[in-house]
């Protein structure tokens, strides 16, 4: 494995990581600072100009929705909450994940079996209608998303780093640390936890795609964001009901969503590759 | 004409040149050797013969084979001449034979392939091929998928796989380096034997089995040929000075001082030691039976065995990185139960590892430094960073790596330089008793020959006590003071050095002995006086579980084990040890 260093010499090598990464920066850019610039409010509405299409005027480059409502700076505020709940649900699956993965690898036996089974049992529960009465119970809870969320993904970061954990443990250098008397927790933090991060930091720009797609969903539902809040997802699902008088309610969005997906998936892909390559550096 | 013509060969991996300006011609019917450290090239021209050469190298000259240029020919032509007129013969017959396919449907496929035979024809020429390469039941064998087969029969199945065709030419990459030295001497008989009839390219690291068993030999360096010429006069006087160094490095059972035994403290004792480990099914694998040793202070006890003898897991359990099944490990007079985890850490200072892989036991994500540093940290709470650091610089010092090393990573090290870091973090802490599992297998003659001297100057300076687990008789020679031989989890023969390699006592430890080649052409050695190989050990054979192939065995030794007793000043567990005369 490589030093950072040379890790980011070669990311800056790979094209697809550079153009995806950029996109990706820039709409993240547009959408922090595009509402300040914008004289329009998202909660603003304006009942002689409802449904208008994309014009310069009033800067109202997306048009606007049924209520009179600038589509733009709703959609940049749509992509800001689903980038923070993606984001925030892959911290909370990669730090469950990598810390009970890890440990369930290394100590091993059956306390390993016991973690795992119970990995398996969540595994078993159906999620979405799990999250479906979830949401029924507690009502609709911005935090719930990302428990919903985060409790979806760092099932598979814990089965994948478990799986890397148990390989590493056998590896001579722990077996060094151990003679020498490095406690475990610090075996775990220093000697395995490094060596876990090419594959954990590939794993989560994967789920970052998979968490946005399961809050388009959960919010394409009506389980997710509540007005006038908003996310890509939500707006997605009102752009439907408006789908044949103003196409760009549908479109813009939908647009939005999908190239902020590819981005994520490609470069995920072209991490992978980087990563990957140490073997034949 | 030559059978084989390389003039000028150049092999580039992008900036890197791996060969460089090669020739060389073999005549049909000779049999030549190619001797050279890692990293010399000796491989990529093997695979350059071959046409096998990855998509990305670059290559110029010309390798004519029967006057047919070799290189970047099409692959119709290579295919018309592998097999048919020139074969290989890899280093690892387990990943160049297919694992789906039997033994035999893999060899019929080189004759259907090249229209040679079909048919019952050619399931009689496999079956001939088999026999001749010495496989045991080649009716079996043929339909015998590759795992079904040991070590050296996977090997023989390699070779009879190459020999099919009947190639003019047969290369031999490393052909014995996966092998236990009993049955490497056993396959150097066959490649013996083979090279009656064809021409043999034999590529190895080892001089031993060049001066047994090719008339010429080349010598790389670095991609370059520095030397070649016939095989006596090259060893008799060798005219480049990398030549002289390889055949100085290499180790001889037959020559050099070995040390006498020392008295002093005990320091590590096993008693009784039994290891054994759960099988999935149910069954249990007896590694290590009953087996007693002690280390002195400033000693070095060499324990010496093939593959599966149980050498390693003896001193894992002493280390407490495997349970112990049964019998006691002292340390110093006091006992070190269980698992080095369970073991207080003021006792762990003393009891220090060195592997075989250099790379696989440092993290490849610390610099030098930490890997160093890490033990003192542990164990030195008291020492101020900068009081670290000084100790670090100064081990690294000890072992030969300068400043410019600290900050750097494992995989930007060399094997050698990556096992003197190992061997640092090991020392660092001025353990008492250093174990050492094959801590010089993976590393060049040149490189091997250092590291040795190393571990000799930290025993010198602090009366250490070295462990040092090895499968060749020839390398702990200059080093040891004592030897353990052990087969089959089983206490063989435990000697000092002088009266061990001068007057072996069990049959044993004279196959081992005989079986290891001696760098010199004049010399004997490498010969076979084992035959077979070690049995599983989930079914040990009864009585001696040597007996099977022990050529003075008698009806005791098959029925009774033998114990340990003591037979002219060494302790050796065999019925017959006074009667037979090795």
Same mark, same amino acid.
Not at chain 1, 30 to 51: E, H, K, M, R, W
Not at chain 2, 316 to 329: C, I, T, Y
Not at chain 2, 383 to 396: C, P
Not at chain 2, 435 to 458: F, H, Y
């Given at each position: 494995?490589?030093?950072?260093?040379?890790?980011?010499?070669?990311?800056?090598?790979?094209?697809?990581?550079?153009?995806?990464?950029?996109?990706?920066?820039?709409?993240?850019?547009?959408?922090?600072?595009?509402?300040?610039?914008?004289?329009?409010?998202?909660?603003?509405?304006?009942?002689?100009?409802?449904?208008?299409?994309?014009?310069?005027?009033?800067?109202?480059?997306?048009?606007?929705?049924?209520?009179?409502?600038?589509?733009?700076?709703?959609?940049?505020?749509?992509?800001?909450?689903? *980038?923070?709940?993606? &984001?925030?649900?892959?911290?909370?699956? @990669?730090? =469950?994940? +990598?810390?009970? /993965? %890890?440990?369930?690898?290394?100590?091993?036996?059956?306390?390993?079996?016991?973690?795992?089974?119970?990995?398996?049992?969540?595994?078993?529960?159906?999620?979405?209608?799990?999250? *479906?009465?979830?949401? &029924?119970?507690?009502?609709?809870?911005? @935090?719930? =998303?990302? +428990?919903?969320? /985060? %409790?979806?993904?760092?099932?598979?970061?814990?089965?994948?780093?478990?799986?890397?954990?148990?390989?590493?443990?056998?590896?001579?250098?722990?077996?060094?640390?151990?003679?020498?008397?490095?406690?475990?927790?610090?075996?775990?933090?220093?000697?395995?936890?490094?060596?876990?991060?090419?594959?954990?930091?590939?794993?989560?720009?994967?789920?970052?795609?998979?968490?946005?797609?399961?809050?388009?969903?959960?919010?394409?539902?009506?389980?997710?964001?509540?007005?006038?809040?908003?996310?890509?997802?939500?707006?997605?699902?009102?752009?439907?009901?408006?789908?044949?008088?103003?196409?760009?309610?549908?479109?813009?969005?939908?647009?939005?969503?999908?190239?902020?997906?590819?981005?994520?998936?490609?470069?995920?892909?072209?991490?992978?590759?980087?990563?990957?390559?140490?073997?034949?550096? | 004409?030559?059978?084989?013509?390389?003039?000028?060969?150049?092999?580039?991996?992008?900036?890197?040149?791996?060969?460089?300006?090669?020739?060389?011609?073999?005549?049909?019917?000779?049999?030549?050797?190619?001797?050279?450290?890692?990293?010399?090239?000796?491989?990529?021209?093997?695979?350059?013969?071959?046409?096998?050469?990855?998509?990305?190298?670059?290559?110029?000259?010309?390798?004519?084979?029967?006057?047919?240029?070799?290189?970047?020919?099409?692959?119709?032509?290579?295919?018309?001449?592998?097999?048919?007129?020139?074969?290989?013969?890899?280093?690892?017959?387990?990943?160049?034979?297919?694992?789906?396919?039997?033994?035999?449907?893999?060899?019929?496929?080189?004759?259907?392939?090249?229209?040679?035979?079909?048919?019952?024809?050619?399931?009689?020429?496999?079956?001939?091929?088999?026999?001749?390469?010495?496989?045991?039941?080649?009716?079996?064998?043929?339909?015998?998928?590759?795992?079904?087969?040991?070590?050296?029969?996977?090997?023989?199945?390699?070779?009879?796989?190459?020999?099919?065709?009947?190639?003019?030419?047969?290369?031999?990459?490393?052909?014995?380096?996966?092998?236990?030295?009993?049955?490497?001497?056993?396959?150097?008989?066959?490649?013996?034997?083979?090279?009656?009839?064809?021409?043999?390219?034999?590529?190895?690291?080892?001089?031993?089995?060049?001066?047994?068993?090719?008339?010429?030999?080349?010598?790389?360096?670095?991609?370059?040929?520095?030397?070649?010429?016939?095989?006596?006069?090259?060893?008799?006087?060798?005219?480049?000075?990398?030549?002289?160094?390889?055949?100085?490095?290499?180790?001889?059972?037959?020559?050099?001082?070995?040390?006498?035994?020392?008295?002093?403290?005990?320091?590590?004792?096993?008693?009784?030691?039994?290891?054994?480990?759960?099988?999935?099914?149910?069954?249990?694998?007896?590694?290590?039976?009953?087996?007693?040793?002690?280390?002195?202070?400033?000693?070095?006890?060499?324990?010496?065995?093939?593959?599966?003898?149980?050498?390693?897991?003896?001193?894992?359990?002493?280390?407490?990185?495997?349970?112990?099944?049964?019998?006691?490990?002292?340390?110093?007079?006091?006992?070190?139960?269980?698992?080095?985890?369970?073991?207080?850490?003021?006792?762990?200072?003393?009891?220090?590892?060195?592997?075989?892989?250099?790379?696989?036991?440092?993290?490849?994500?610390?610099?030098?430094?930490?890997?160093?540093?890490?033990?003192?940290?542990?164990?030195?709470?008291?020492?101020?960073?900068?009081?670290?650091?000084?100790?670090?610089?100064?081990?690294?010092?000890?072992?030969?790596?300068?400043?410019?090393?600290?900050?750097?990573?494992?995989?930007?090290?060399?094997?050698?330089?990556?096992?003197?870091?190992?061997?640092?973090?090991?020392?660092?802490?001025?353990?008492?008793?250093?174990?050492?599992?094959?801590?010089?297998?993976?590393?060049?003659?040149?490189?091997?020959?250092?590291?040795?001297?190393?571990?000799?100057?930290?025993?010198?300076?602090?009366?250490?006590?070295?462990?040092?687990?090895?499968?060749?008789?020839?390398?702990?020679?200059?080093?040891?003071?004592?030897?353990?031989?052990?087969?089959?989890?089983?206490?063989?023969?435990?000697?000092?050095?002088?009266?061990?390699?001068?007057?072996?006592?069990?049959?044993?430890?004279?196959?081992?002995?005989?079986?290891?080649?001696?760098?010199?052409?004049?010399?004997?050695?490498?010969?076979?006086?084992?035959?077979?190989?070690?049995?599983?050990?989930?079914?040990?054979?009864?009585?001696?579980?040597?007996?099977?192939?022990?050529?003075?065995?008698?009806?005791?030794?098959?029925?009774?084990?033998?114990?340990?007793?003591?037979?002219?000043?060494?302790?050796?567990?065999?019925?017959?040890?006074?009667?037979?005369?090795?």
């Amino acid at each position: 494995m490589m030093s950072l260093g040379s890790t980011w010499q070669r990311l800056r090598q790979n094209r697809t990581v550079m153009i995806c990464g950029g996109l990706l920066f820039g709409v993240v850019v547009v959408a922090c600072i595009g509402p300040l610039v914008s004289p329009n409010d998202y909660l603003q509405t304006d009942f002689d100009n409802l449904l208008s299409p994309p014009t310069v005027t009033d800067m109202q480059v997306f048009g606007t929705d049924d209520l009179g409502r600038d589509l733009f700076v709703r959609s940049m505020l749509g992509v800001r909450v689903t *980038i923070v709940i993606a &984001v925030v649900a892959s911290a909370v699956s @990669l730090v =469950i994940g +990598v810390i009970y /993965g %890890a440990v369930a690898g290394f100590v091993g036996g059956r306390v390993d079996a016991v973690m795992m089974r119970f990995v398996d049992t969540l595994y078993a529960l159906p999620f979405i209608f799990f999250v *479906i009465l979830l949401m &029924v119970a507690f009502e609709r809870n911005f @935090l719930l =998303i990302f +428990v919903a969320i /985060g %409790a979806i993904n760092w099932l598979d970061m814990a089965r994948i780093v478990r799986g890397q954990t148990l390989s590493l443990r056998e590896r001579e250098f722990v077996a060094a640390a151990r003679v020498t008397g490095v406690s475990a927790p610090r075996i775990i933090f220093r000697h395995i936890a490094p060596n876990l991060m090419g594959v954990v930091i590939v794993y989560v720009t994967l789920t970052i795609p998979q968490a946005i797609l399961v809050e388009s969903f959960l919010s394409f539902l009506g389980l997710g964001i509540q007005e006038p809040q908003t996310s890509l997802g939500a707006l997605v699902n009102a752009g439907v009901n408006q789908m044949e008088g103003a196409p760009w309610m549908l479109l813009i969005p939908a647009a939005l969503l999908a190239s902020i997906l590819f981005c994520c998936n490609f470069l995920g892909d072209a991490m992978r590759d980087v990563f990957d390559a140490r073997h034949t550096a | 004409m030559s059978l084989l013509q390389v003039d000028g060969l150049t092999i580039r991996y992008g900036d890197n040149e791996v060969v460089r300006d090669l020739s060389f011609a073999i005549e049909a019917g000779e049999s030549v050797g190619v001797v050279g450290e890692s990293g010399s090239g000796k491989s990529q021209m093997a695979l350059a013969v071959l046409g096998l050469l990855p998509g990305n190298a670059v290559t110029n000259g010309s390798v004519l084979l029967n006057g047919t240029e070799v290189l970047n020919a099409s692959e119709k032509t290579l295919n018309g001449l592998r097999a048919r007129h020139m074969a290989l013969v890899f280093q690892d017959p387990m990943q160049a034979l297919n694992p789906f396919v039997r033994i035999g449907a893999q060899l019929r496929v080189i004759l259907t392939t090249h229209n040679l035979a079909s048919g019952r024809e050619a399931d009689a020429r496999v079956l001939d091929m088999l026999q001749r390469v010495g496989l045991p039941d080649p009716e079996r064998q043929f339909r015998a998928y590759p795992h079904q087969l040991s070590g050296g029969m996977r090997q023989r199945a390699m070779i009879a796989s190459a020999l099919i065709a009947a190639p003019e030419l047969l290369i031999a990459d490393e052909p014995t380096t996966a092998l236990d030295v009993t049955v490497q001497a056993q396959i150097l008989e066959l490649l013996e034997e083979i090279r009656r009839d064809t021409t043999l390219l034999l590529i190895t690291h080892d001089l031993g089995i060049i001066a047994g068993h090719c008339e010429r030999m080349l010598v790389l360096e670095q991609g370059r040929l520095v030397e070649s010429g016939t095989t006596i006069d090259i060893f008799a006087s060798p005219q480049h000075e990398h030549t002289a160094a390889l055949i100085d490095a290499a180790p001889r059972l037959d020559r050099g001082d070995v040390l006498s035994a020392v008295a002093g403290n005990e320091v590590l004792q096993l008693c009784n030691v039994s290891v054994s480990y759960d099988e999935r099914n149910g069954d249990s694998l007896q590694a290590v039976r009953n087996l007693s040793l002690s280390v002195s202070a400033g000693e070095t006890v060499a324990v010496v065995g093939e593959s599966g003898s149980g050498k390693t897991s003896l001193v894992r359990a002493a280390l407490g990185l495997v349970p112990l099944q049964s019998g006691r490990v002292l340390f110093c007079g006091e006992e070190l139960g269980g698992l080095v985890q369970s073991r207080p850490i003021a006792m762990r200072r003393d009891l220090q590892l060195v592997f075989q892989d250099p790379a696989g036991s440092l993290n490849p994500q610390m610099r030098v430094a930490s890997i160093v540093d890490e033990p003192l940290l542990v164990h030195e709470r008291g020492l101020s960073s900068e009081e670290r650091q000084k100790q670090v610089a100064a081990m690294l010092d000890r072992v030969g790596l300068d400043a410019s090393y600290r900050a750097r990573f494992p995989h930007e090290l060399s094997g050698g330089q990556a096992q003197r870091v190992a061997i640092a973090r090991a020392l660092i802490l001025k353990p008492k008793v250093l174990v050492c599992d094959e801590a010089v297998a993976a590393l060049d003659g040149s490189v091997r020959k250092e590291i040795l001297a190393l571990l000799g100057d930290a025993q010198k300076d602090g009366g250490l006590a070295i462990v040092f687990i090895t499968h060749d008789l020839a390398v702990v020679r200059a080093i040891s003071h004592r030897v353990l031989v052990m087969y089959m989890g089983r206490l063989v023969e435990l000697a000092d050095c002088a009266s061990l390699y001068s007057r072996a006592q069990h049959p044993y430890t004279k196959a081992l002995l005989d079986a290891v080649p001696t760098p010199d052409p004049a010399a004997a050695g490498g010969t076979v006086s084992l035959s077979g190989e070690v049995p599983s050990i989930l079914s040990p054979p009864s009585g001696c579980a040597f007996h099977p192939r022990c050529r003075f065995a008698k009806d005791i030794c098959r029925a009774e084990l033998p114990l340990p007793r003591i037979v002219n000043g060494s302790i050796v567990a065999c019925h017959r040890a006074e009667e037979i005369s090795l």
